[in-house]
């Protein structure tokens, strides 16, 4: 991530990488890093660690939605990129979620979801994406 920041942005976030995940196979590892200018006038980097559920799913729009969130939440907690993050991808798994129970309602017993079906159902995960409960946590590293 040094390599990313070297290139100019203060934050950076991989979704997903190769690392093992500690919470087994079923996870991703994803990973933040934030330098922040100090009121001293030096830096400091903050980094993270996420794991993030699997889902065995294809949709359109999940990236769109990611970085928006995490600008939205990187300008309110503009030096705390474990919230930023952590809001971030609890948004992401509620919107998922919701979109793969609907999903599955609408295909019935046994068949997948067609791509129409599984469109994020973002207006119906309005106040989540206002005010997420938290459910993914991230480690400071």
């Known amino acids: 991530m040094d390599l990313l920041h070297k290139m100019g942005p203060d934050t950076v976030v991989i979704t997903s990488s190769d690392l093992p995940p500690r ?9 933040g890093s934030q330098r922040i200018l100090m009121p001293d006038g ?6 993270i660690r996420i794991e993030v ?11 769109d939605l990611f970085a928006a969130m995490l600008l939205a939440w990187t300008h ?9 993050c ?16 609907y999903a599955h309602e609408m295909a019935g017993p046994g068949r997948r979801p067609s791509p129409a079906q ?14 997420p409960a938290i459910v993914m946590e991230a480690t400071v590293l």
């Open 86 to 101: 952590e809001k971030t991808f609890s948004v992401m798994h509620h919107v998922i979620q919701r979109t793969i129970s």
């Open 42 to 47: 030096t830096r400091t980097t903050q980094r």
């Open 76 to 84: 309110h907690y503009p030096t705390d990129l474990k919230t930023a």
């Open 23 to 31: 919470l087994g196979d079923r996870f991703l590892v994803s990973f």
């Open 53 to 63: 559920p699997k889902v065995d799913a294809v949709f359109v729009g999940t990236g």
């Open 118 to 131: 599984l469109e994020l159902r973002m207006v119906q995960s309005k106040a989540d994406i206002e005010d």
